[in-house]
């Protein structure tokens, strides 16, 4: 096969495989498994053969016209490749996983269609050189996480969903309208041709930009445009929440980085924007974090956290910044297999317990090694602790944000201690997920116990945790032509277990730790009725999504839509009546000056043939002119 087939097929298969599997489904679920595994596999075979084309900073274009209007166009690139190979690995594993977890679910077919739909939608997204393919697939991708999220079809599952979808056709609608101006300015929808349309363009261009990061954001969870994040995760089935967090979001991700480095060159101002965000995300929900008491609520504030750190990379992004081009890659792939890690074993604990509230399963996973030891290599990659994934990241994220203080004055120095408090945070909400679930005692109970076979897939990331902590030459060196892409030097070498760098990641993580102990267990742990349980005050706080979300949403989606049937019916009344009345005047006669009886009718045919005149053709421009000129004379 030609590179262009491949990269063709790597988008197609999973298209064609959602409809097959649902078919092969209805005869036999063993049959689809089989079937969909082979997929997935496919997908990552593929994956590994597209690399030889594109390992030395080549890429592979294909352009089909014809399609969608105006043809479909496909770009693959190390830089875009990162992305897949993070699509493809989270959904084998998660795939994998599936086929054990979801057995207790209904519509288990259906279930496997949208993922595998999912998956094609994701490819399709990432490898996207137009902006109008882009939208298409981030559409598609909008409706098949929304039927993910409500698998369950109970009441919660659907009031997650509604806001999802609420908000994700929100951030469709403003970013369309992005991509209308963006067009109409720059006559091109082809991403590699938009930055130098914008250098041409004035102050219109960050009206542009800002509409066009709206969608992106509400698919990353930026602060504001987080609300739905918390609710969809508890809805999903856990290998949905999985990739939700571990690729989804970074569907939003990849789209502000485009923005940021294909659209507007590194601009400054608009990367400063960005960065109030990522600090809003990583100190705000991380906060939000700690208070919950549902283990996919935590990981859900975690995430969008998380994506925080992420943002704060992307916003110091620029031409010549090392640190920032690496650790962005970095984090990039260590969030997605450290938190699809912690998402699986989170369902691994609903099949054992039916239940994610903290305070029902405090101490469940006593005794359960496997699952506490792969569970444990989750979250220290996420705490960023030496000789993992997490650390490799955060380091060269901190010695970025370092160069940053240096050239903006003291006052810069207070980002320095949000980026500490941040991982401080990240250690007391893991260390209150770890210790509640595998050190708490419990009463002896009878728990269903998963088959072993299910932390075949867990073992694999937790394999990568390790792998990727304790190689980071190799990891540096895959991602030199990807980190160049980003505005980094090629083959550039760091040392990361120096002294000062392990010291500094363990008086986080001590602090951390005394957050946990001192916050989380003596003000969010109270005894109630004899048994300690875990309060969560946040609920009282002001609810961003009462407040806004919902009254503008009710507003957007029912009222405006009635006030404009309402508007539409009187518009048409008044035309009726003025036609009705018109009617009635085509019969009114007028008298001239010589006495003679003129119809409306009569009188509007004389005046249609004296304005096709010489004289009448002039007057009427000459008015229409001195109309014109009266009117720009007044603004």
């Given amino acids: 096969m030609t590179k262009e087939t491949l990269l063709v097929c790597l988008v197609v298969i999973p298209f064609v495989a959602c409809v097959m599997s649902y078919l092969i489904g209805m005869i036999s679920e063993n049959y689809r498994n089989f079937f969909l595994f082979l997929v997935t596999l496919a997908e990552c075979i593929i994956t590994i053969r597209l690399y030889r084309w594109i390992q030395y900073g080549g890429s592979i274009r294909l352009d089909l016209d014809g399609i969608m209007g105006i043809g479909l166009s496909f770009e693959l690139t190390m ?19 599936s086929f054990m977890y979801i057995r207790r679910y209904e519509h288990r077919n259906r279930y496997f269609m949208i993922f595998t739909l999912t998956l094609g939608a994701t490819l399709g997204f990432f490898i996207s050189e137009n902006i109008i393919n882009m939208f298409t697939f981030f559409e598609v991708l909008t409706i098949s996480l929304y039927l993910l999220i409500i698998h369950d079809e109970d009441d919660y599952s ?3 969903g509604e806001i999802y979808l609420n908000m994700a056709i929100f951030g469709g609608m403003v970013q369309l309208l992005g991509i209308f101006l963006l067009y109409a300015y720059t006559g091109t929808v082809y991403i590699s041709e938009i930055g130098e ?3 041409h363009l004035g102050l219109i261009k960050y009206l542009i930009a800002l509409l066009v990061f709206v969608g992106y954001a509400v698919k990353a969870s930026c602060f504001p445009l987080h609300v739905w994040l918390p609710k969809a995760h508890p809805a999903a089935p856990s290998p949905a929440s999985a990739i939700l967090s571990g690729v989804m979001l970074k569907c939003g991700v990849f789209g502000i980085i485009m923005i940021v480095k294909d659209f507007l060159q590194f601009d400054l101002n608009f990367r400063t924007l960005v960065m109030v965000i990522a600090f809003c995300n990583i100190i705000i929900t991380g906060i939000l974090a700690m208070y919950q008491r549902n283990l996919k609520r935590i990981m859900a504030f975690s995430s969008m956290s998380q994506i925080g750190f992420i943002l704060l990379g992307v916003a110091l992004l620029q031409p010549g910044h090392h640190y920032a081009a690496y650790g962005t890659l970095l984090y990039i792939i260590n969030h997605s297999i450290y938190k699809v890690l912690l998402f699986l074993c989170a369902g691994v604990l609903m099949m054992i317990s039916k239940d994610l509230s903290l305070n029902k399963i405090r101490g469940y996973g006593r005794g359960m090694w496997l699952l506490f030891i792969v569970f444990a290599l989750g979250v220290l990659g996420l705490i960023a602790f030496p000789g993992f994934n997490g650390f490799l990241g955060k380091t060269l994220l901190y010695h970025s944000l370092e160069l940053y203080v240096e050239s903006h004055g003291a006052w810069a120095h207070l980002l320095l201690w949000l980026f500490e408090l941040g991982s401080m945070i990240t250690v007391a909400y893991s260390a209150k997920m770890i210790t509640a679930i595998f050190t708490t005692p419990h009463e002896k109970l009878v728990l269903d116990k998963p088959t072993k076979w299910i932390y075949f897939p867990l073992l694999l990331l937790g394999g990568l945790i390790i792998y990727e902590g304790t190689h980071p030459a190799q990891i540096m060196e895959i991602l030199s032509i990807p980190a160049q892409q980003l505005g980094g030097m090629p083959h550039f070498e760091y040392h990361f277990y120096e002294a000062e760098n392990i010291m500094h990641s363990l008086v986080i993580t001590l602090f951390g730790i005394l957050i946990y102990v001192f916050f989380i267990n003596r003000v969010l742990l109270k005894e109630v009725d004899g048994r300690q349980i875990y309060i969560n005050p946040s609920l009282e706080w002001i609810s961003f999504e009462k407040m806004l979300y919902q009254p503008a949403m009710t507003l957007i989606t029912q009222r405006v839509p009635r006030l404009i049937m309402q508007i539409e019916g009187q518009f048409f009344l008044m035309i009726s009546h003025l036609a009705s009345a018109m009617h009635r005047g085509i019969h009114f006669k007028v008298k001239s000056s010589n006495q003679k009886d003129y119809s409306l009718r009569e009188l509007i045919d004389i005046s249609a043939t004296w304005l096709k005149t010489t004289t009448g053709s002039v007057i009427l421009a ?8 009266m009117i720009l004379t007044l603004i």
């Fill in 197 to 199: 349309a914008f250098s």
């Fill in 79 to 97: 830089y875009r490749y990162v992305f897949v190979v993070i699509t493809v690995i989270a959904w084998l594993v998660t795939m994998l996983y």
């Fill in 158 to 160: 659907h009031e997650a």
């Fill in 622 to 629: 000459l008015s229409a002119t001195m109309i014109i000129y």
